[in-house]
């Protein structure tokens, strides 16, 4: 069974830095890796896809890699803003199922 | 890009009574659906997968006759939570499969069960 794993759980950082949110899982036969936002209350936003044939995908300040055979993800986020605030979710595709990790809680202060 | 559509935002019932869940894909067809459930500060648990024209697969654990899900067209989804009891407010998360696999989420939908 998948399991999906996020560090940290929760983050706080100032303005203006760069961070990394890891995410790792068991089961390196995965289809896609897909990284999320999730604003308190709110629905799920997709921010990155990546294929497993795929190391990276950019979009914006976000960077998010991935390597299959150590079954790891990483998501970049360059220059963080205030609004960067929320919980990051990476979810792992297999074959008939997405498996969440339980999200890193990311504050960024002004 | 494609949307998902979930209605209500917020619900709030008594206990008993049914409440139910709409799930759309608003601009392209959805063969595939999923049905999450998140409790706080838990991750989103996967309670069933529904396709179209066919009956839903459940997860380990989640009673059917409890959660109903209907899948009866390509852009719709419903999940009725039946005999509803406090136990069952939690935040409930659509998505739909779409285009090049991506995976597309509703807003979510808010119970309370008083």
């Known amino acids: 069974k998948q399991e999906v794993t996020q560090i940290p759980a929760a983050l706080s950082v100032p303005e203006g830095e760069n961070l990394v949110l890891n995410c790792s899982f068991t089961d390196s036969a995965i289809y896609n890796l897909q990284w999320f936002r999730q604003d308190p209350g709110k629905g799920l936003t997709s921010l990155l896809l990546i294929q497993s044939s795929q190391r990276e995908q950019t979009s914006g300040r976000l960077n998010a890699s991935l390597d299959k055979s150590s079954g790891r993800s990483t998501l970049y986020i360059a220059a963080s803003q205030p609004g960067d605030s929320a919980t990051y979710l990476c979810a792992v595709r297999g074959y008939s199922t997405l498996t969440f990790g339980k999200g890193t809680m990311l504050l960024v202060s002004p | 890009g494609a949307v998902v559509s979930q209605h209500p935002s917020r619900v709030i019932c008594k206990s008993g009574t049914s409440v139910k869940i709409e799930c759309r894909s608003l601009?392209?067809?959805?063969?595939?659906m999923f049905w999450y459930r998140q409790f706080p500060k838990q991750s989103l648990m996967l309670m069933a997968t529904?396709?179209?024209?066919?009956?839903?697969?459940?997860e380990q654990g989640v009673e059917k006759d409890k959660f109903l899900i209907n899948h009866a067209s390509l852009t719709l989804s419903t999940l009725t939570v039946t005999s509803a009891h406090p136990e069952d407010s939690s935040f409930y998360i659509c998505?739909?499969?779409?285009?090049?696999?991506?995976?597309?989420f509703g807003e979510g939908s808010w119970l309370t069960v008083v």
């Open positions: 998505s739909a499969r779409g285009g090049r696999d991506t995976i597309y």
């Open positions: 601009d392209f067809q959805a063969t595939t």
């Open positions: 529904s396709n179209e024209g066919s009956k839903a697969t459940y």
